[in-house]
């Protein structure tokens, strides 16, 4: 990287709740060409080679999976926030460290491709993506690997995952 990618993460403690410490990664984005390089080495794992399709986690993994979808040609689905989205859905909850929540995806989206690989801006306690994970499974599909700009190693989640993870900086 022509930056070093964890100067440019930022702290914010107590949000979205106390006790949390927000490691926000948008400032990489201010940075086009850290950016760029960021996107080729998440696209040249093992786990997206083998993937039909991304599968992305609402929201700022939008922003990781549209970049690898085009770089990489694949097809890009989403797991979106209750509410957001229509048509014949797929929906679990899960717990993360500071709540719960549940994730929906497009039925007739899953129906195409068999195997996927999962993309996030960061993994934490792995609520998130075992919820993502789970849903696929339950398709009768296939889960390549999980691809992340950070993880919070002290957390743990990398252990209760059964699929390989690809982070490019370990907090």
């Known amino acids: 990287m022509t930056t070093n990618l964890k100067k440019l993460i930022r702290d914010y403690p107590d949000f979205p709740k106390k006790g949390i410490i ?3 990664i948008l400032p990489i984005l201010q940075r086009p060409e850290d950016f760029s390089e960021l996107i080729k080495k998440m696209s040249k794992n093992q786990m997206c080679l083998e993937a039909e399709a991304i599968i992305s986690i609402d929201a700022r993994g939008f922003i990781f999976g549209t970049a690898l ?3 990489t040609s694949k097809p890009m689905i989403v797991a979106r926030k209750p509410g957001k989205l229509p048509g014949d859905l ?3 909850s899960y717990l993360l460290e500071y709540g719960e929540n549940s994730l929906s995806i497009q039925k007739e989206s899953l129906k195409k491709y068999n195997s996927y690989l999962i993309v996030d ?3 934490a306690t792995g609520g998130t993506v075992l919820c993502v994970a789970e849903i696929i499974k339950e398709q009768k599909k296939e889960v390549t690997g999980l691809s992340v700009v950070v993880e919070l190693a002290g957390l743990n989640a990398r252990k209760k ?4 993870v690809d982070s490019q900086l370990t907090l």
């Open 90 to 92: 797929i929906s679990k």
């Open 161 to 164: 995952l059964t699929f390989p």
């Open 69 to 71: 979808s085009f770089f």
């Open 22 to 24: 927000f490691k926000d």
């Open 121 to 123: 801006d960061l993994l």
